[in-house]
């Protein structure tokens, strides 16, 4: 088991996760995926803080963690706020800031 | 002959301009609370200066260099150009000061009478007191530039003046036709000093006279003939004459004083007074001759034909005008002759305008000749100062107009050659036309039957003292003036140091004067026949091609509209297409430009989320490639 095959999975969680947001319409499976994608940077973080040896990777990981509940409370709550309005929580709907 | 600095009395002839500067600033600022006085003011000032002019014409003749020159302030001292104002008087600008402030104060005794029905009277010394020191700034500067002042003064004066009565349409039409003329003309008199700055780099008198041979004889001649150009703007002169005979609409003071007696004279005083330029270039005296020519015999032929009586009178300016112009392109045997009868002109004709104003006065402002008619026995000093003006015009010993006329003719006469020949031809020819149309205005005014207008009925009536007594001063001047001036040299010996004398002495009687005095009375007989024995048509009868020539002012308007007007319209009017097609189209296709592109472009705002991330993911990857291929 060499660091580069966490890195690996890394990238696959990554682009499983960026598919789910470009893919999925449901804003709560979008938040999922985002958290996915957060998730697989910090797993390649600390691959690569164990294949460096120090624990820069690590720190970052935690700083991302940190940013990662704060937007997730963020994100909630504009979502519940358009839910309210539109009574729906598919992305499509909200499309009025257009042409 | 030395100019030397102005001592005692002549310290203070800055006052010959101050006192109708102060008449003219009281009279306009103060408006109407001057109204019950102005009139008074405005003869004061005028008298005031008279009588500083003839002081300083007396004390000038007490000394042996009669020139003296008045330093009154430093006007643009920049670096290189350095310009000073200052008062010459020598023999040229002190005969023009007198005939200025003398006629110009009878002048302004007659308005207090002409125009005492209007409300406006006192607006109107304000202006002729303006005009008078912008002339007297005109004559009595010692450089180009005050000249220039005094010249556009006189120039703005004259507008002012012709426009007096604004109401009229006709009025305010014909100011802006002379200002615009006299602008062309103030062209060319400002390109001259611009060469003249530019060649010798000094503008007065002194400088520009003293350097102008180091400048060879072309930047003589290109200043002569811009000097002309100058010359023919303010005296009406062709191929810029148009502007007078419309100024007539002004009040008849105005026509006596601005368009007879003075700022038309101006002209001649620019080209007198720089004839040491003039000697250098005889192909600007000869076109300074020629003009002179050809104006005299086109005013000539123009009063023939007109019914106004103050539009005669003003053909009749133009043409004696038209011999000074050729009297100073003739050189130093000319200058003393054409001043002489520009003097006797300013007392003639300022005579003859305020004789046709006492007529129009008593006709209730009739001007059309054909309803004139027997007057001579309603308005007997009318008649006989305009009568006695009427000869000396003419030219009949021994009144002014002999003694002065005559020699121009000689000296052109005495020029030789072919060009002395043409020019002493159409001088003699001039006389006789004179003589014709002259008697037509004597004739179809004062003698005859009656043909009184049935629509006004006037009353004609003599005018009160007001009005008379400067019309017999000024006759006074048109019977003796000239032989003043001629007899014994008198006025070539006052002149000679300024312009030079005349190189032959003449007699008073010589052959080309005598065939010019029988030409004159066959113009009067012809006059007679046609005007004396037959009944005069009370409308105008359809005339001859030369008769409706004349009536259209010889087609100058014509020409000026065709060949100046219309091509300046159609230029302007090109101008503007091109403006608005052109650059107008330019900027407004790149504003519909911006505006077709971004009506474009901001459909990639769709408002979907999901294609916003899906822009977002393709940035992020195109950087990342981007980073991979920079390591590599």
Redesign the interface.
């Known amino acids: 088991m060499s660091p580069l095959d966490y890195v690996t999975l890394a990238v696959i969680l990554f682009v499983i996760g ?1 598919a789910g ?2 893919i999925r ?1 449901n804003a709560i499976i979008i938040f999922m995926c985002i958290e996915l994608m957060l998730n697989a940077c910090n797993l390649a973080f600390v691959a690569f803080a164990s294949m460096h040896g120090n624990l820069n990777g690590q720190v970052i990981a935690f700083f991302v963690m940190v940013v990662a509940a704060a937007e997730v409370v963020v994100g909630l709550a504009i979502l519940m706020a358009v839910f309210r309005a539109r009574k729906s929580a598919s ?2 709907d ?6 | 002959m030395l100019t030397v600095g102005a001592t005692g009395v002549l310290r203070a002839s800055w006052l010959l301009l101050a006192f109708p500067a102060f008449g003219a600033a009281v009279l306009l600022l103060g408006g109407r609370r001057t109204d019950r006085w102005g009139h008074l003011l405005g003869v004061l000032m005028p008298l005031a200066s008279f009588v500083y002019a003839v002081i300083a014409f007396f004390t000038l003749l007490g000394e042996t260099d009669r020139s003296r020159d008045l330093h009154m302030f430093s006007y643009i001292p920049v670096g290189g150009f350095q310009v000073n104002m200052g008062i010459l008087l020598d023999p040229l600008s002190i005969s023009f000061a007198l005939l200025i402030t003398g006629v110009g104060s009878l002048i302004h005794i007659y308005s207090v009478g002409y125009m005492s029905h209007d409300s406006d009277r006192r607006r109107f010394f304000g202006y002729m007191n303006l005009f008078l020191a912008a002339m007297l700034l005109l004559v009595l500067a010692d450089n180009y530039l005050g000249l220039y002042i005094g010249w556009e003064g006189v120039g703005l004066a004259s507008y002012l003046l012709i426009g007096f009565w604004q109401y009229k349409n006709s009025a305010a039409v014909a100011a802006k036709k002379a200002f615009i003329a006299n602008r062309v003309g103030d062209a060319g008199l400002s390109l001259a000093i611009m060469l003249m700055f530019a060649e010798f780099g000094t503008v007065s008198f002194t400088g520009v006279f003293g350097t102008v041979k180091a400048g060879g004889s072309g930047v003589a001649t290109a200043l002569g003939l811009l000097l002309l150009l100058g010359a023919c703007g303010k005296s009406a002169q062709v191929p810029l004459q148009s502007w007078l005979l419309d100024a007539m609409e002004g009040p008849t003071p105005v026509s006596a004083l601005i368009h007879a007696a003075t700022m038309v004279t101006a002209g001649v005083y620019l080209l007198v007074r720089s004839n040491p330029i003039l000697a250098l270039s005889g192909t600007a005296r000869l076109a300074i001759t020629v003009v002179g020519a050809v104006t005299l015999l086109f005013g000539a032929l123009i009063g023939c034909a007109k019914d106004d009586i103050k539009k005669a009178l003003a053909g009749s300016t133009m043409s004696q005008i038209g011999y000074m112009t050729l009297a100073a392109g003739l050189g130093p045997a000319g200058y003393v002759f054409a001043i002489a009868h520009l003097i006797a002109h300013g007392f003639f004709k300022a005579g003859l305008f305020l004789g046709a104003g006492s007529v129009m006065h008593g006709m209730d402002d009739e001007v059309n000749m054909r309803r004139y008619g027997g007057l001579a026995r309603y308005m007997p000093v009318t008649f006989a100062t305009f009568g006695l003006g009427y000869l000396a015009i003419i030219g009949i010993p021994p009144f002014s107009g002999f003694f002065t006329k005559d020699p121009i003719i000689e000296a052109a006469w005495d020029k030789g050659g072919t060009s002395g020949a043409i020019l002493a031809t159409c001088a003699i020819l001039g006389a006789g036309i004179t003589a014709f149309y002259m008697t037509r205005v004597m004739l179809m005014t004062y003698f005859g039957k009656k043909r009184w207008s049935a629509e006004k009925e006037p009353h004609p009536h003599e005018s009160p003292g007001v009005m008379t007594w400067p019309m017999i001063l000024l006759a006074v001047g048109s019977v003796g003036a000239g032989a003043f001036l001629i007899l014994g040299q008198r006025f070539e010996n006052f002149l000679g140091p300024v312009t030079g004398l005349p190189p032959v002495a003449h007699g008073i009687w010589s052959v080309p004067g005598e065939i010019a005095l029988a030409l004159a009375l066959c113009g009067v007989g012809l006059a007679w026949f046609m005007y004396g024995r037959v009944p005069v048509p009370a409308e105008a009868p359809a005339g001859s091609f030369p008769v409706v020539a004349g009536r259209k002012d010889l087609y100058g308007d014509a020409f000026n509209e065709s060949v100046l007007m219309r091509p300046g319209q159609w230029l302007t009017r090109l101008s503007v297409y091109f403006d608005n097609r052109g650059i107008d189209g330019l900027v407004n296709t790149m504003a519909a430009l911006i505006g077709g592109s971004s009506g474009r472009l901001r459909r990639m705002q769709t408002g979907f989320v999901r294609s916003y991330a899906l822009s977002m993911f393709f940035g992020a990857g195109l950087l990342v490639l981007l980073l991979l291929v920079v390591r590599l």
């Open positions: 960026a947001v470009l319409r992305v499509d909200a499309n009025l800031l257009k042409y």
